[in-house]
T-cell receptor, first 114, second 114 residues
Framework: ETGVTQSPTHLIKTRGQQVTLRCSSQ?????VSWYQQALGQGPQFIFQ???????GRGNFPPRFSGLQFPNYSSELNVNALELDDSALYLC?????????????FGPGTRLLVL | AQKVTQAQTEISVVEKEDVTLDCVYE???????LFWYKQPPSGELVFLIR??????QNEISGRYSWNFQKSTSSFNFTITASQVVDSAVYFC???????????FGPGTSLSVIP
């Protein structure tokens, strides 16, 4: 296990609702990245947070937003949920001084939008 | 643009056979890192190996070996004497010098049949 935890493990929402997913990074890691993995596909980068600031963003609309807290844990918020938002959402943490290029992933949150 | 291609969508082998998973990448960065991750049915991405662009030495770890060839932009992964526990989806991935987003390939689903 990597030490990266995510909650909840599973979630069911309806179209138009809002959702918040949570991630606790591995001890000592100050960088958190979020990915969306649709069924049968590879993970797609959503954004990254480094020391509480957004450090890079993929091709996702503004209704996908995030936060990183002083303890380096993070949230992913998705507003106005759409059916296509159904996916596995993965959080990954990394450390800026050593091994910064390697991201360690949590178990993911499976979101189903009905 | 950065891209990772895994041409093999699904592979089935009988236990104890050797199997090679192919990975071809594209990047304009001169410094980059390549990874292999394993994703069992539980969903968590398990880090297997990291290789930087300046190190073309092949690596062996137990039954796993990796062949990095910069000339052909390939980073192939071989499992020797496959076991049922090797059944999973395997992702090849790339990160450039921005160290933010990891670019994943579409994955290869490996089934090892007893």
């Amino acid at each position: 296990e990597t030490g990266v935890t995510q909650s909840p493990t599973h979630l069911i929402k309806t179209r138009g609702q809002q959702v918040t997913l949570r991630c606790s990074s591995q001890s000592g890691h100050n960088t958190v990245s979020w990915y969306q993995q649709a069924l049968g596909q590879g993970p797609q980068f959503i954004f990254q947070y480094y020391r509480e600031e957004e450090n890079g963003r993929g091709n996702f609309p503004p209704r996908f937003s995030g936060l990183q807290f002083p303890n380096y844990s993070s949230e992913l918020n998705v507003n106005a949920l759409e059916l296509d938002d159904s996916a596995l959402y993965l959080c990954a943490s990394s450390f800026d001084r050593e091994d910064q290029e390697t991201q360690y992933f949590g178990p993911g949150t499976r979101l189903l939008v009905l | 643009a950065q891209k990772v291609t895994q041409a093999q969508t699904e592979i089935s082998v009988v236990e104890k056979e050797d199997v090679t998973l192919d990975c071809v990448y594209e990047t304009r960065d001169t410094t980059y890192y390549l990874f292999w991750y394993k994703q069992p049915p539980s969903g968590e991405l398990v880090f297997l190996i990291r290789r930087n662009s300046f190190d073309e030495q092949n690596e062996i770890s137990g039954r796993y070996s990796w062949n990095f060839q910069k000339s052909t932009s390939s980073f192939n992964f071989t499992i020797t004497a496959s076991q049922v526990v090797d059944s999973a989806v395997y992702f090849c991935a790339l990160i450039g010098t921005s160290y933010d987003k990891v670019i994943f390939g579409p994955g290869t689903s490996l089934s090892v049949i007893p």
